[in-house]
């Protein structure tokens, strides 16, 4: 990225930093202010500012502006489904390597979360075809995707996904329904050969099915996991693990495709 891309542009997406507790994501918009308790600010003021610097509130006080990462976007996006969390989301970027020029199916776009993270990783490049079959959730994954930016890297189709997909030849597809064993198969027929199929599930009976049915149909390296992620609390000479954490949140589970050719 080069320096002059560090600089708030008009309608930007940025982060109003205050504390972790007190912080807004905004767009950077002439004429309009954000109110806070600590006062307001224009946010026009931020626009030809660099990131990393800060504008003062009415009452005084200082707020950094940051450019949002995709977890700060994905974290406000609106959700009327269970979301995929930024931990399971980290992982599945690293066990799956899906990163620029991918092509990617996914099965149960649901409130768009974990299709607005993997727009980011295909981008500028590549391209993710995202099923959903509840038309009243596709609106509202639209409008996150957007909001994000990345409408131009997803495709949303209102499609039961056991039907099959219409892509072939993909490098990855990803699952996140609640019988993700009944998309093995097509699945494995939309694939490459050697491409990686992920699933989130949040029981284990899924997995298991799921595992079954990925020996079943052509699938090796079938790995399923639990990240557990613990915060520290820290100052000086007093840090240790934070007393609460989110006990659970899904089981992930890989494989890749293998072709059988009599040899
Ligand atoms: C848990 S939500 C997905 C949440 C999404 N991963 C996110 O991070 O926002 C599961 C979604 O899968 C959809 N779904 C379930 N079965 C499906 C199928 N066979 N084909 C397409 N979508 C399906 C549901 O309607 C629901 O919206």
Do not use: C
């Not at 009415?58 to 990462?69: N, V």
């Not at 996150?144 to 990345?150: E, F, P, Q, S, V």
């Not at 989110?246 to 009599?262: D, N, P, S, V």
Request: charged residues 25%.
């Amino acid at each position: 990225m080069s320096k002059s891309d560090n600089y708030v542009k008009a309608g930007d997406n940025v982060v109003i930093y205050f504390t972790d507790k007190k912080k807004w994501l905004v767009r950077a918009k002439a004429d309009e202010k954000l109110h806070t308790h600590l006062g307001y600010i224009e946010l026009g003021s931020t626009i030809g500012k660099e990131y990393g610097s800060s504008v003062k509130t009415s009452l005084g006080e200082r707020f950094w502006i940051l450019k949002p990462t995709i977890i700060d976007l994905i974290l406000k996006a609106e959700r009327k489904t269970q979301i995929v969390y930024p931990k399971d989301l980290g992982m599945i970027a690293s066990m799956t390597g899906i990163s620029s020029g991918f092509t990617v199916v996914e099965a149960g776009t649901g409130s768009g979360v974990l299709t607005t993270f993997l727009a980011n990783l295909v981008k500028p490049d590549g391209h993710v075809f995202s099923y959903e079959i509840r038309p009243e959730f596709i609106e509202m994954a639209r409008k996150n995707i957007d909001r994000a930016g990345l409408s131009d890297f997803v495709t949303i189709k209102q499609s039961d996904a056991k039907k099959g997909f219409d892509e072939k030849d993909v490098d990855a597809v990803i699952i996140d329904v609640g019988d993700p064993w009944t998309l093995v198969r097509v699945a494995w027929e939309a694939l490459k050969g050697g491409g990686v199929i992920a699933s989130v599930s949040p029981t284990m009976n899924q997995v298991e099915k799921l595992v079954a049915e990925l020996a079943n149909v052509g699938f090796v390296k079938i790995e399923s996991l639990e990240l557990l992620l613990r915060n520290l609390e820290v100052r000086t000479g007093m840090t240790r693990p934070s007393m609460r954490m989110i006990g659970h949140t899904a089981y992930l589970t890989f494989a890749r495709k293998i072709i059988m050719h009599e040899v």
